[in-house]
């Protein structure tokens, strides 16, 4: 049986409601609540002081649409909680495009003819943090070509949106190509969709590791059950341009598989 307390039978809060009476709900921060709950410890806090910082805490997120920080307490560690460690303990790289929920079983080569225009493919940040590297595994090479991976936030529509950074990878030997320059500083928050993009810089006969189409996961947004669509094309660019600033997703794709692509943290 769940009994209500009275509100004449509440117990006065010592730290929260004083602390904190003088923000407004939109404007009040996470690292605001913590640090009021912080000093206290636990066998110290009297239950009216858990039940106000819950309160606050709750009505904040109602209020900012920052449901997120119920499961990332604010931004936590997110997929990185949860994925196990393979290979070493010296491992370092998340292979994203194989991740949850948007992971695929069978791993192919692809040729990179169908990516003259920036292709796009969601994915979740593992982790909260500034990319070091962003890479690619090439089994052809071409050379003097290269590719475009650029990372991009999403819209209010769950689609590729505004352009954080890219990297621009050469294809002109095989094997795991990682890239540490980037074309500005990409911040990645975990636990958050968003979108990387691949494209070439000219006609190429590279060919990298992909996800095949038959065991890949559709976007879900499709005109019939039997159509299916794997990523978000921006055909307004022109062949073989530099990532464009905002994405414009002109086109669902279902001809290109995911490809293959690494982050660095």
């Known amino acids: 049986m769940v009994s209500l307390v009275r509100s004449e039978d509440r117990k006065p809060s010592r730290r929260v409601f004083p602390l904190l009476q003088n ?3 939109d404007t009040v921060t996470f690292a605001q609540i913590q640090s009021t709950g912080n000093p206290i410890s636990i066998e110290d806090m009297n239950e009216q002081e858990m039940l106000d910082l819950i309160i606050v805490n709750t009505a904040r997120l109602c209020v900012s649409g920052e449901w997120t920080g119920l499961l990332e307490a604010g931004g936590g560690a997110g997929l990185v909680e ?3 460690l393979t290979g070493t303990t010296n491992a370092d790289q998340y292979d994203v495009s194989s991740t949850p929920p948007w992971n695929g079983a069978t791993i192919t080569n692809q040729d990179l003819a169908g990516v003259k225009k920036p292709h796009a493919f969601p994915f979740i940040a593992p982790e909260t943090g500034d990319l070091s590297a962003i890479g690619i595994q090439v089994t052809a090479a071409s050379a003097g070509d290269s590719l475009y991976v650029a990372i991009y936030s999403q819209d209010t529509n769950f689609l590729p949106s505004t352009l954080l950074g890219y990297a621009t990878i050469s294809v002109a030997v095989t094997g795991e190509i990682y890239q540490t320059s980037l074309s500005a500083t990409v911040s990645l ?4 969709q968003y979108f990387y993009s691949v494209s070439l810089d000219q006609a190429s006969n590279a060919d990298i590791r992909a996800l095949h ?5 559709a976007l879900g947004i499709t005109t019939a059950l039997n159509t299916k669509a ?6 307004t660019r022109d062949n073989y341009a530099v990532p464009p600033s905002t994405f414009t997703p002109a ?3 279902g001809d290109e598989p995911r490809y293959v692509i690494g982050l660095k943290f």
């Open 213 to 217: 189409l038959n065991d890949t996961p």
């Open 82 to 84: 949860v994925l196990p």
């Open 189 to 192: 928050t975990a636990g958050s």
């Open 23 to 25: 923000l407004d709900l």
């Open 251 to 253: 086109t669902i794709n």
């Open 230 to 235: 794997y990523s978000v094309e921006d055909t």
